[in-house]
């Protein structure tokens, strides 16, 4: 996918779940997201802190995880969202959403990964149903695939092969797994809410994915 086309689809999704976002309670700003000792307004702080990253906090960020960089996002997205309010973290959607900023050492298709996969961790517990553009989803599906950390998902899923039934991508070899594509993104990111989409003789392989 052209650099290009990755920031288009970038913009639309940030501007599309902060649409969601707005019309959100209190009390589902609160709900714990599908990320592990997130609320969803911690998803929703960290999606849009990307193109507000700067290296030296960043760096004093790291210092205080003692180098731990899964310790580090999580504390960075409970400490923005503690800090800032609905209403403040909607007006930097509305600020950020066309931004090209990213951090230091990740490409244009990290920042559509994270709001593609992220926007699910905050619709799936809340019951919204939140569509995933496919062709977007391939792409970041390819991603996942060739990036080795945080994922390893070549590792996770040695002896399978997924394969998209909506769109044409498939990776891997072995026992055949099957699914939409946007269920498959999810999956080799580690959200197994998904298994139910999937079907195929690689499902029985799924245990600790």
């Not at 969202?81 to 609905?86: D, E």
């Not at 809340?126 to 070549?154: C, H, N, Q, T, Y």
């Not at 809410?193 to 029985?204: E, I, K, M, N, R």
Request: aromatic share 8%; proline share 7%.
């Amino acid at each position: 996918m052209r650099t290009e086309e990755i920031w288009t689809y970038v913009e639309a999704e940030r501007v599309s779940l902060a649409e969601l976002l707005a019309g959100l309670t209190a009390e589902q700003w609160r709900t714990p997201s599908l990320c592990p000792g997130w609320s969803v307004q911690d998803v929703a702080a960290h999606v849009i802190s990307s193109p507000q990253a700067r290296v030296l906090p960043v760096v004093a960020g790291m210092v205080r995880a003692r180098g731990d960089f899964n310790r580090f996002v999580f504390d960075e997205a409970r400490r923005a969202g503690a800090t800032y309010s609905p209403g403040e973290i909607l007006a930097q959607y509305d600020r950020y959403a066309g931004s090209r900023r990213r951090p230091v050492g990740t490409v244009p298709m990290d920042p559509l990964l994270d709001v593609l996969i992220h926007g699910q961790d905050i619709a799936v517990p809340l019951g919204i149903r939140r569509l995933m553009p496919p062709e977007a989803a391939r792409a970041a599906a390819d991603r996942i695939w060739v990036k080795s950390f945080p994922f390893k998902a070549r590792r996770r899923f040695a002896g399978v092969r997924l394969v998209a039934t909506d769109v044409d991508w498939s990776a891997g070899s072995g026992a055949e797994l099957r699914g939409p594509i946007a269920a498959l993104l999810q999956l080799l990111s580690g959200r197994t809410h998904v298994t139910p989409q999937l079907t195929g003789s690689g499902v029985s392989h799924l245990t600790d994915r």
